[in-house]
């Protein structure tokens, strides 16, 4: 295989040397030797001056030698570089034995650019200069001797690795831009990864740390993947997947840009909703998500960007269910035959063992040279319409190789011989030449291994040289299945031929339509296509053929009298009825074939029975040649030194005398006659043989074979691939329909109809082959018929019948062939009026039952024509339009037209016969195109009027996808484009979808496929609605508005419905899960939300007769169920890229919450306490202010950020809302707050609280202020009502941890002043409750004071990173934290921080750790049977589900137990497994958990007996003076490394405390130790740890000196 090359073309190439303004020169330190093996490796002495410097990556350098103008490469390390101002000079070129002649060589052709600084630590890079030469010595040392001898010899740069494999510079250039851009994106990923490391978005961090490593070793994979291939070590495989894996990554990088978050319109504009519609804008976005998810949908792809020297924009990619072309260039044929010869390549099907395509020949001289010498770059061809089942089923590329000259080796050169080949510019050879058709050898690639089709398009696969192969012993009866040996392996059959060395391939793959491939690909342009052996799946203009294949399979001929068998050769002539030759024979085709009137076939050696196997092409002439002429078959014996000799002929007659139709496909067995007087002769034969009298005197050949006697005969084989010639002897007559009376043109008619016994009907095949010779001879028919309506209506059947065969789904793409006929090749301008005579006819017959039910024949017509309905009528407007006096007949016409439609809706009423129905679905399924034709007749209103009747006779509930399909496509139509045809329709059309998009449950299995299809239909829908609202949009149709809104209730209720499937199945929350019909369905609801006004709101939310105010909340909440949707599962509607949409959802948000909260500020005030009990998250009051305040938080709506970005600014908000929409937001739930009662605003502290907090420090002051009312007020009003602060105050404990962590902690990691939310309970809120009569108390202080506790409790745990440095700190924080919630009753919180805390210490490699902190969870669970609910952690995941207490704190044990087996430490499991033991037998009395556990603790004891287990040491630090609370005159106890000796455990200590000073084991800490400002000192001491406690449960924790062991071989500090 061969690794894919990429050429530049010319304005795309980079040149060889820029201009630079800085030039860069450097001087040699060390001395080199160029490696002779690398010859672009360059040597110097110390010295050395070199110009124009420039990295070649991997620690390489290109450079200049200013003496000897010598450029080639050299180790970095071993110059001194300097940068000067200089012009640069175009420098000489490299010597290289690859360069190509008249190519400019590239200096920087590198496998890699150079790497950025950190990439040392994440990859394993490449052997460089610098990491073993001379520049790698410490400063001061002696410099080496200017030798080699000094440092391994450094490793070549992989550029020059490749031998002898062509055309490698490209790649590696292309290498280089992609390491480079690999570089860049690193970077961009580690600041990124640092800033998030500051805003302790650890999730971030390690996502970004993850695609760096990724990225890199990607890179690294990459690099060793070429340098293997260069070595020949593995194929390309490995190496083109990495690289495209790289692709993708900075791809998809490349794509999180503004170009890729604010799509571009068609003039390149930002899209917004002032420069397109919502649905459009919709449909944009979605268009970009699908380019960041596969790049090959850019119309700038990925492998563009980094490949941009290949020639044509390209991609990889599986089986194309179109047609597919091969381009194959014979480069060189490495071999002699010794005199002219022929190559005949071919492809070949292994599964079918058939040959699929013409033959391309290439003829060339003995010296292996075409005779023309101006072809040797033009030996090329394109096999031309393969499809995918071709290579399914094995395509191989057969070249059979024919000698041309002597009969044998050992007969005399004949000086005629060499390049007398048939089909070339040669003279034809006569009877007395001896030159001779010999085989040589054969070769066979399989393309389909090669993996041919799955090519990059226009990409050339360069194979290793094919051999040729011969029959093994000399069994030349054996060449012509040569190659079906050759493929299957069966070497025993074939062998080399000798001083041979094959033949050199150019292979390409191309798609899609031949003439677009060819303007594409310039080195297309003017080849010659070979064509398939067969009709190509889809007959076109340029699919027109008109060929013959003759195949001479073989023969069996008579020895007669001579010694050994002959040596036969049989002549092809092609001959007309008077003797005159047809110049219309052609094997191979390409620059060199030529017809011929004869062809000679190859002469197998002393074979009485050739097995020929040679395929030979007739051109059937266009004129009536054809059906005058026949194939003479001359056979002849070839002698070396004689002339040959013709023994006897046979002939084939090409067409039936009686019809004039061609000769059927299939094999003939031709007899062989005796030589007639005229044929030896020389003179021009006269075929008396075909006339009567002549066959009687022909005299058949014959032989004996034993006792009997047997006919010489020839096997022929024929296959016709004609548009032009049918051999179907009635359709022949039909398309000669003139030459026929009136009586035989009726039996032809009904034999094509397969009404005549032992006649078959026409076949799909011939009405596809022969449709316009059909078709012309139809409409002329009809119109020599018009007007005897009993004589057009056989033919009308016939018309039917052919047009019915292109409406089945399986015949799909041959439809294209009727369009293209009536639309470009159809004349006749009296037909409409003929073809609505007999429709008329047919749809008055379907009216009367009687009839119908007498004449089922004429159902089958009726049928038929139906089902061709559209393409009637595109006939009958295309004729028209062909009609002179159309213009005076026009209302006639029309009038027609609207009778036969008006019957049409009548049809669709009709219930009998049962048939009917396969009638009125075809009509429901082609009815758009009708419309089409229609609208070339009537104006859109007439039209509308038309459509609006149909749609109201289609059956509900049949035929549901083909009338979705109708409606989507009037409403893509002009139809509903114009506002008087749109009003007409629209009432039909929204009738139809409110019926559809009606939710509905499937529970039982046998409904699932229902369920499926109706989903399917409701999506359909979905897409309708949101063309409707594009064109009103568009419109500006207010009119049509107010009646769309009639869709609101059923789309709200389909997309609620489907979130809330979701939900149930747990997958709306997932960030990842983009949900397309849900997406589309919420922007057909905000679309519509955003067109109305606030009367048409009001409309909406009228109350129907009888329905009372809770009726329009029920609406008001179905609208923000949806809103809450939107904003709580944004990824799977609307992905956080989109940013224009996130702000136009906004902006509808705003303006609906600006509505609403009229009503509710009005209708509805009061009613908030009483709603939201019993309704819970469920009442409008919850939700809106979940909605509310879900948009004060997105950061896509934070102009404080957008403002640095003056081009998204600029684009984003609408005229409405100028200010920040958050601001707008704040306002409208202002003014809804001071309507609540403090009932009501305490039942909605549970979704306020967090928020009201997060928001207290946002820079909008006017939202600060706000939410810091909204706090207040809750406080003050619960403690009215109570004289607590229970609620506020729990939700308040839950918030303030996740605001720390997440937001506080960056602002004082930015070096805010002071933490807004601890500004909040020491400054704002203080002085609010000071001066409020009701909260100036003593629980009001009291509740101050505990807030502020807790936030300096979070806020020291925060500002320590999570890592093993701050592990300490981290553990003392946690300790102090969990101390305090404790104390407070704050169970719930303490467990949270239990397992936040296992978490980090399992993150650091800490099992023991880990395990005493889920401990700490376990100890507050009693031994009882107390209903839990289910657990969260602090980052919202579960953690258990609802269960018995003593459940969960038997799974916490054993967490702790698998934990504490991971470091060896089975004392803890043991005393885990004690207390277990204890409530088995004494709780549950479960003897059986018993048993097992006591054999747990057998096992554990086992393992103590017999593992040997080193332990950590343990020491006693004392930190005295200087130091932060957590360690100010506090003693800890460490646990350091396995043996670790207290000296090296001092010097990690120092290394974190660098400044400190240490006190000695037996010093005391004196107070002047412990109180001093300035000094810190540490005193550091080993200790043994003695005496036992259960971890985890006593009050010391895991902190006691106390218990048992240490874990042995656990690697922690701590």
Not at 134 to 143: E, I, V
Not at 1460 to 1477: M, N, P, R, T, V
């Amino acid at each position: 295989a061969k690794l894919e090359i990429f050429r530049a073309p010319p304005t795309q190439r980079k040149p060889p040397y820029a201009a630079p303004a800085m030039a860069t020169n450097a001087t040699a330190k060390f001395a080199f030797k160029a490696d002779p093996s690398y010859q672009q490796t360059m040597s110097l002495d110390p010295g050395t001056k070199l110009l124009e410097v420039e990295s070649a990556g991997d620690g390489w350098m290109w450079g200049t030698n200013a003496e000897t103008q010598q450029r080639g490469l050299f180790p970095e390390s071993y110059v001194q570089v300097e940068v000067i101002e200089k012009p640069a000079a175009v420098p000489p070129p490299i010597p290289s034995s690859r360069k190509k002649d008249n190519a400019p060589s590239d200096p920087t052709s590198s496998v890699a650019s150079m790497s950025i600084a950190e990439d040392e630590e994440d990859i394993a890079p490449l052997p460089t200069p610098s990491s073993s030469g001379p520049a790698s010595r410490a400063p001061g040392k002696a410099k080496p001797r200017q030798t080699l001898s000094s440092y391994k010899r450094p490793p070549p740069p992989m550029v020059l690795m490749k031998k002898n494999k062509q055309s490698d510079e490209v790649e590696v250039d292309a290498q280089k831009t992609l390491s480079s851009d690999v570089d860049v994106f690193v970077g961009r990923w580690r600041a990124a990864a640092a800033q998030a490391l500051v805003d302790r978005n650890f999730k971030a961090y390690n996502d970004l740390k993850n695609t760096i490593n990724t990225l890199l070793e990607w890179r690294r994979q990459m690099r060793a993947a070429y340098e293997d291939f260069l070595g020949n070590k593995s194929d390309e495989t490995t190496y083109t997947d990495v690289k495209h894996n790289i692709v993708k990554l900075i791809e998809a990088a490349k794509q999180q840009n503004e170009s890729f978050s604010v799509p571009r319109t068609a003039d390149g504009e930002n899209a917004s909703v002032f420069n397109c519609s919502v649905t459009h804008l919709h449909h944009l976005h979605v268009e970009m998500r699908n380019r960041m998810l596969d790049s090959s949908k850019l119309p700038d792809t990925a492998i563009d960007q980094y490949n941009k020297e290949v020639e044509k924009g390209v991609r990889k990619r599986d089986f194309t269910e179109g047609r597919l072309h091969i381009f194959v260039h014979m480069k060189a044929a490495i071999f002699s035959a010794g005199e002219g010869c022929q190559l005949l390549f071919s492809l070949w099907n292994r599964k079918n063992n058939e040959f699929v395509s013409d033959e391309f020949m290439v003829a060339l001289t003995a010296a292996g040279m075409p005779d023309d010498i101006s072809l040797m770059e033009k030996l090329y061809t394109l096999f031309v319409d393969l499809t995918k089942s071709d290579f399914e089923q094995g395509l191989v590329l057969v070249c059979r190789i024919y000698r041309i000259g002597k009969l044998t080796s050992e007969d005399k050169a004949s000086s005629s011989s060499g390049m007398m080949a048939m089909g070339n510019a040669a003279a034809p050879i006569s009877d007395d030449r001896q030159i001779y058709k010999r085989h040589f050898g054969c070769s066979c690639l399989d393309l389909t291994e090669l993996n041919v089709h799955k090519l990059l398009i226009g990409e050339e696969l360069n194979p290793e040289n094919i051999a040729i192969y011969q029959p093994r012993g000399g069994n030349e009866w054996n060449f012509s299945n040569i190659h079906v040996a050759i493929a299957e392996g069966r070497k025993e059959e074939f062998e080399v031929v000798p001083k041979t060395n094959g033949i050199a391939l150019g292979i390409s793959l191309y798609e899609g339509d031949i003439e677009s491939a060819k303007e594409k690909d310039q080195k297309l342009m003017g080849i010659e296509n070979t064509l398939r052996r067969a009709m190509a799946g889809v007959i076109d203009d340029v699919g027109q053929r008109n060929d013959l294949y003759i195949t001479l399979t073989g023969g069996d001929f008579s020895q007669d009298s001579k010694k050994s068998a002959k040596n036969i050769e049989v002549k092809i002539t092609c001959l007309m009825d008077t003797g005159s030759p047809v110049e219309c024979l052609l094997r191979g085709n390409g620059p060199q074939g030529m017809l011929a009137s004869d062809y000679r076939s190859t002469v197998y050696y002393h074979t009485n029975s050739p097995p020929f196997n040679e395929t030979v092409k007739l051109i059937i002439p266009s004129d009536d040649k054809f059906e005058r002429c026949h194939l003479l078959f001359t056979f002849y014996h070839c002698s070396g030194s004689k002339s040959r000799t013709p023994f006897g002929f046979s002939y084939l007659e090409l067409a039936d005398p009686k019809n004039g139709a061609a000769l059927k496909d299939g094999e003939y067995v031709l007899p062989s006659y005796k030589i007639l007087d005229s044929m030896t002769k020389g003179s021009m034969i006269i075929p008396k043989y075909l006339q009567k009298d002549g066959k009687s005197k022909l005299t058949v050949r014959s032989f004996r074979t034993g006792l009997s006697k047997q006919d010489e005969v020839l096997r022929v084989s024929t296959t016709m691939c004609s548009t032009k010639k049918t051999q179907n002897g009635v359709l022949h007559d039909l398309i000669n329909w003139k030459t026929l009376d009136s009586k035989d043109l009726d039996v032809v008619i009904d034999s094509c109809l397969g009404k005549n016994p032992g006649v078959n009907s026409l076949t799909h095949d011939e009405i596809f082959k022969f449709l316009r010779e059909i078709m012309d001879a139809l409409c002329a028919i009809f119109v020599d018929k018009r007007g005897q309506l009993k004589q057009m209506l056989p033919v009308f059947h016939l018309f039917a019948y052919v047009l019915e065969h292109f409406t089945k789904s399986h015949f799909k793409p041959f439809q294209t062939i009727l369009e293209s006929y009536i639309r470009d090749s159809f004349k006749n301008a009296k037909m409409h009026k003929v073809l609505l005579q007999c429709v008329d006819h047919y749809m008055k017959w379907i009216e009367d039952e009687a009839a119908v039910k007498s004449n089922p024949r004429e159902l089958k017509v009726f049928i038929n024509f139906m089902s061709s309905f559209n393409y009637i009528i595109w006939i009958i407007n295309v004729s028209r339009s062909q009609d002179p006096t159309a213009e005076k007949t026009i209302n006639e016409f029309k009038g027609a037209l609207l009778d036969l439609m008006q019957r049409v809706n009548k049809l669709m009423k009709l219930e009998e016969p049962v048939k009917v129905k396969i009638v009125r679905g075809k009509t429901v399924n082609h009815y758009p195109q009708v419309i089409d034709h229609l609208l070339q007749i009537f104006d859109p209103p007439e039209v509308s009027i038309i459509t609006a009747g149909f749609l109201d006779v289609v059956p509900m509930n049949e035929f549901n996808k083909d009338r979705l399909a109708l409606i989507k496509h009037i409403c893509e139509s002009p139809v509903f484009k114009d506002s008087t045809a749109r009003g007409e329709v629209l009432s039909a059309i929204l009738k139809t979808l409110i019926e559809f998009l009606k939710v509905e449950e499937y529970d039982t299995r046998s409904q699932k496929e229902l369920a499926t299809k109706y989903k399917q239909q409701q999506e359909d829908c979905i897409s309708i609605v949101m063309t409707m609202l594009e064109v009103v949009q568009e419109e500006d149709d207010r009119v049509s508005v107010n009646a769309i809104v009639e869709l609101l209730p059923s789309l709200l209720e389909f997309v609620n419905g489907r979130i809330s499937q979701k939900n149930l199945l747990g997958t709306a929350s997932t960030t990842d899960h983009f949900d397309r019909s849900l997406s589309n369905g919420a922007t057909a609801i905000l679309t519509l939300l955003y067109l109305m006004d606030d009367q048409q709101y009001a409309l909406y939310l009228s109350l129907d007769e009888g329905e009372t105010n809770s009726g329009k909340k029920e609406k008001l909440m179905s609208i923000f169920k949806l809103l809450r949707s939107l904003v709580n599962y944004k990824e799977s509607l609307f992905p956080h890229v989109w940013l224009v949409f996130h702000v136009f959802q906004a902006e509808v948000t705003v303006k609906l919450l600006e509505w609403t909260n009229s009503y509710m500020m009005h209708e509805f005030v009061g009613d908030a306490k009483a709603d939201i009990e019993p309704y819970g998250k469920d009442s409008l009051w919850e939700i809106m202010y979940d909605v509310g305040l879900k948009l004060l938080v997105d950061d896509m709506l934070d102009m404080e950020k957008e403002a640095q970005n003056e081009t998204k600014n600029g684009i984003l908000l609408n005229n409405a809302y100028k200010a920040d929409l958050r601001m707008c937001v704040a306002t409208l739930l202002r003014q809804n707050w001071e309507t609540l009662t403090n009932e009501s605003k305490i039942l909605l502290a549970d979704q306020l609280v967090q928020t009201l907090l997060a928001q207290v420090g946002s820079k909008n002051a006017e939202i600060s202020i706000m939410c810091k009312e909204f706090f207040f007020d809750l406080l003050k009003g619960e403690y009215i009502l109570s004289k607590d602060f229970r609620v506020v105050r729990n939700h308040t404990i839950n918030s303030v941890g996740n605001i720390v962590t997440v937001q506080m902690a960056k602002r004082i990691s930015n070096g805010d002043e002071k933490n807004p939310l601890l500004s909040l309970f020491t400054d704002d809120l203080a002085m609010k409750f000071k001066g409020d009569e009701v909260l100036n108390c003593e629980d009001g202080t009291r509740f101050l004071d505990e807030i502020k506790k807790l936030f300096e409790l979070l806020l020291a745990l925060a500002q320590f990173p999570k890592n093993a440095t701050h592990e300490q700190e981290r553990c003392f924080a946690y300790s102090q934290l969990m101390e305090y919630l404790k104390k407070m009753a704050r169970y719930d919180s303490y467990t949270k921080y239990a397992h936040s805390m296992s978490s980090e210490m399992l993150g650091l490699g800490l099992h023991v750790e880990a395990g005493k902190a889920l401990l700490l969870h376990a100890a507050l669970l009693p031994w009882n049977d107390t209903e839990l609910e289910e657990f969260e952690n602090n980052d919202g995941e579960i953690i258990f589900k609802s269960q018995i207490q003593f459940q969960r704190k038997e799974e916490l044990y054993n967490m702790a137990m698998e934990l504490f087996d991971k470091a060896q430490y089975w004392e803890g499991s043991l005393e885990l497994c004690e207390d277990l033991k204890a409530f088995y037998a004494k709780g549950l009395f479960d003897f059986q958990k018993v048993s097992n556990v006591l054999g747990e603790m057998a096992n554990y004891y086992d393992l103590i007996r017999k593992t040997d287990r080193f332990y950590p040491s343990t020491f006693r630090v004392g930190f005295y003076g200087n130091y932060g609370p957590e360690f100010k005159n506090t003693d800890f106890v460490y646990r350091g490394d396995v043996l670790e000796s207290i000296g090296d455990f001092t010097t990690r200590i120092k290394k974190k405390f660098p400044e400190a000073t240490m006190l000695g084991v037996k010093e005391n800490a004196t107070d002047e130790h412990k109180k001093s400002k300035d000094a810190q000192f540490l005193q550091i001491s080993k200790v043994t740890p003695v005496g036992a406690v259960l971890p985890g449960v006593g009050e010391e924790g895991w902190t006691t000196p106390r218990g048992p062991p240490p874990a042995p071989g656990h690697n922690t500090k701590k």
